[in-house]
């Protein structure tokens, strides 16, 4: 499956974004889609999971409460509503895929990455 994530941008603290990430290739429902975050000299970080069926959904502590994890099965998309962004939201976000998930917070268990979108939270 391919994966093309957008939406990024530059926002000011307390701001809104909504990422989205369009999949191609094969049956969109029957991956589990996850959003991961890269700041500059950390490691890759979990950040949200949605079953296939989208019926599930996982937000980390960190973005409890201000991001949302949805899909549209119709569509082929995934998104991340993003609100209350501070500066220590800044990143590259990554979608990801697999159809078959024994951990959802590791990356390592996702085969299918996007190239990633990069948001810029300014205080």
């Known amino acids: 499956v391919q994966l093309q994530a957008s939406g990024g941008g530059l926002v000011q603290a307390g701001g809104s974004l909504r990422l989205s990430c369009a999949a191609s290739?094969?049956?969109?429902?029957?991956?589990?889609m996850a959003w991961f975050r890269q700041a500059p000299g950390k490691e890759r970080e979990f950040v949200a999971y949605?079953?296939?069926?989208?019926?599930?959904?996982y937000h980390a502590d960190s973005v409890k409460g201000r991001f949302t994890i949805s899909r549209d099965n119709a569509k082929n998309t995934v998104y991340l509503q993003m609100s209350g962004l501070k500066p220590e939201d800044t990143a590259v976000y990554y979608c990801?895929?697999?159809?078959?998930?024994?951990?959802?917070?590791?990356?390592?268990?996702?085969?299918?990455w996007g190239q990633g979108t990069l948001v810029t939270v300014s205080s």
């Open positions: 990801a895929a697999d159809s078959t998930i024994y951990n959802r917070q590791l990356a390592s268990g996702y085969a299918y």
């Open positions: 290739g094969r049956t969109f429902s029957n991956y589990a």
């Open positions: 949605i079953s296939g069926g989208g019926g599930f959904t």
